[in-house]
């Protein structure tokens, strides 16, 4: 049998009686089960009792070679009480809050950390509103943003706007795009917007390329999806079937189409007009007030001096 809380023991040497016929016996053990404690409450402040020492007794001297050993008794005894766990000021921790605050503090000392904290959650919990009340107003303005677009005033020489040439296109033509001594560029693409001034619109475009040339492709004149602008390609011959070439000084190496540099496509218009533009241009039916897209890819081969101007009206 097992014992809790036992210590080991030594028997006593008996004397020994000459002639005499000895019987040992074996000390018996006795436990003494541990009473069980109740389980503990987590408990704030607590002063735990220290444990006993358990109290052994050592086995008599025995008298006679006869006499058996008496009994050990071992009393290991917890001298732990449910008392012994007193609670400072009487609380615990499934108390409130401000019962504990008011119990440990005072309510001169104590009410002003609570009140502490409690201005803190507030604060907090305001601010979050504002934050959000803020952001959504950031947002609905935001999506209210108004764009302005400047005008800006382009210089275009008088020869350029004013010869036989130009003189089909209305008093106050508008000026889509004015390049003057380029740098030479791949195939870029140009797109812009018009609203229409009159039923009849005329587009013209003047270029001019001393040492080189420039290659147009792929014009495109649209109002509501449906193409307004003939050949833009240029996959049809011959030039004027489509538009009106108007060259007003006979400058040498004037545009036409060529299979030489196609942006897309078979073939492009090419024009290396020397110190004189000509021109090229198409007029179709327009609604007053409609917008009409209008878009082109062009190519500067060259450097200066060179020219290359687009005005409708």
């Not at 001298?79 to 609380?91: H, I, M, N, P, R």
Request: proline letters at 7%.
């Amino acid at each position: 049998m097992s014992v809790s809380n036992s210590v080991p023991h030594r028997f006593a040497v008996h004397r020994r009686i000459p002639n005499a016929t000895y019987i040992h016996t074996r000390p018996r053990i006795v436990s003494v089960s541990q009473p069980l404690q109740p389980p503990l409450t987590s408990i704030a402040y607590i002063n735990i009792l220290p444990r006993s020492v358990p109290i052994v007794r050592s086995p008599p001297v025995l008298e006679t070679p006869t006499q058996s050993a008496p009994e050990l008794s071992v009393s290991p005894t917890l001298s732990t009480s449910k008392e012994a766990f007193v609670v400072k000021d009487g609380l615990s921790e499934t108390d409130p809050f401000w019962t504990r605050c008011y119990a440990k503090c005072g309510l001169f000392c104590c009410t002003p950390w609570c009140w502490a904290i409690s201005a803190v959650i507030l604060g907090g919990a305001i601010g979050a509103i504002i934050f959000f009340a803020l952001r959504n107003t950031a947002a609905i303005t935001t999506g209210t943003t108004t764009t302005t677009i400047s005008t800006t005033t382009i210089y275009v020489p008088s020869a350029i706007l004013n010869n036989t040439c130009t003189s089909i296109v209305s008093n106050s033509p508008t000026v889509l795009v004015y390049l003057t001594n380029s740098t030479s560029f791949s195939y870029t693409f140009y797109q812009y917007t018009y609203v229409a001034a009159s039923t009849t619109t005329t587009m013209m475009l003047a270029m001019r390329q001393d040492p080189s040339y420039w290659c147009l492709d792929d014009i495109s004149v649209t109002y509501n999806g449906v193409q307004m602008w003939q050949n833009g390609g240029f996959e049809l011959s011959p030039l004027t079937t489509y538009y009106t070439y108007c060259n007003p000084n006979g400058a040498a190496s004037s545009g036409n189409i060529s299979p030489s540099c196609p942006n897309s496509g078979s073939y492009s218009f090419k024009d290396g007009s020397v110190t004189y533009s000509d021109y090229i241009s198409q007029s179709f039916s327009t609604v007053v007030g409609g917008t009409y897209n209008i878009s082109f890819w062009l190519s500067n081969l060259g450097a200066p001096t060179n020219s290359f101007i687009i005005i409708i009206g």
